[in-house]
């Protein structure tokens, strides 16, 4: 189903204290970060999206990553719990802002579920078991939204849609890791060569893929499968270990 809104949350200012182990995050720039933001705001409205812009909150450096909040399907949304401590407390204000729009449910302890874990197909979805996802979390979502949740269980990994993302039309974008996973079988799996593995972080707005720059043997390889794309500059985001999709939280 295509999007139609998307929320989206301002690059605080205490952004350079981020959760990351990235080898450059002591480089990262918040103006040039915000400028990126400004850049993949402007490209989903031109995709025809609806942005919510919620302030920056600074008590939060990572909160810039609003899909972690929420899980959202149909007319439910999932409000998540936060496996990295730190981040709990995020969630409130993207709360407030889909209870406008959808019936809302509150993970509980000692479940544990982040967005970036969660891919979003038509009739079930599939999330992470990993560093921040918990079964006790993934099963109260499913419960909720009423829909079947398949999982990955991979406790190594931070989230799943960094290394796993979905295009449409049955067709995936995977990392070597789990190209050949037995739960990604059913679909068309596009291998992201090995040197742009922070690529396979794609979003997908209709017909159009924006990828992050950079990656042009993945960008060949997603318009030979008849896709449109946009790239775009996600430096300072890779930085503190986001991409695309952690931007946004798409309904």
């Known amino acids: 189903m295509q999007p139609t809104k998307a929320i989206l949350r301002e690059v605080p200012n205490t952004y350079s204290r981020c959760v990351s182990s ?17 850049k993949y705001q ?12 919620l302030e920056k909150d600074d008590r939060f450096p990572d909160s810039c990553f609003v899909e972690d909040t929420a899980i959202v399907h149909k007319h439910r949304a999932v409000i998540t719990r936060f496996g990295e401590p730190s981040r709990r407390g995020e969630e409130r204000e993207v709360a407030e802002v889909l209870k406008e729009f959808k019936e809302v449910f509150f993970i509980s302890e000692p479940g544990t579920i982040e967005g970036g874990d969660v891919i979003h197909l038509r009739e079930y979805l599939i999330s992470g078991l990993t560093e921040r996802t918990n079964q006790n979390g993934v099963d109260q ?23 796993v ?35 396979a972080n794609t979003l997908t ?41 952690c931007l946004s939280i798409r309904f």
Not at 42 to 53: A, P
């Open 22 to 38: 990235h080898p450059q995050h002591s480089s990262l720039n918040i103006e040039k970060a915000r400028e990126q933001h400004r």
């Open 205 to 245: 707005i209709g017909d159009v893929v924006i990828i992050s720059s950079g990656h042009p043997k993945l960008e060949k390889m997603i318009k030979e499968h008849g896709f449109e794309t946009i790239t775009l500059n996600m430096s300072e985001f890779e930085k503190c270990e986001g991409a695309l999709t």
């Open 141 to 163: 979502s499913s419960k909720f939204l009423n829909v079947p949740i398949e999982t990955v269980k991979d406790s190594t990994i931070v989230h799943l849609k960094s290394y």
């Open 42 to 53: 402007e490209t989903l409205e031109n995709l025809g999206i609806e942005t919510i812009l």
């Open 165 to 199: 993302t979905y295009l449409s039309r049955d067709i995936l974008v995977s990392t070597k890791k789990y190209s050949a996973h037995p739960i990604f079988k059913p679909f068309q799996v596009i291998e992201v060569p090995p040197e742009e593995a922070y690529g």
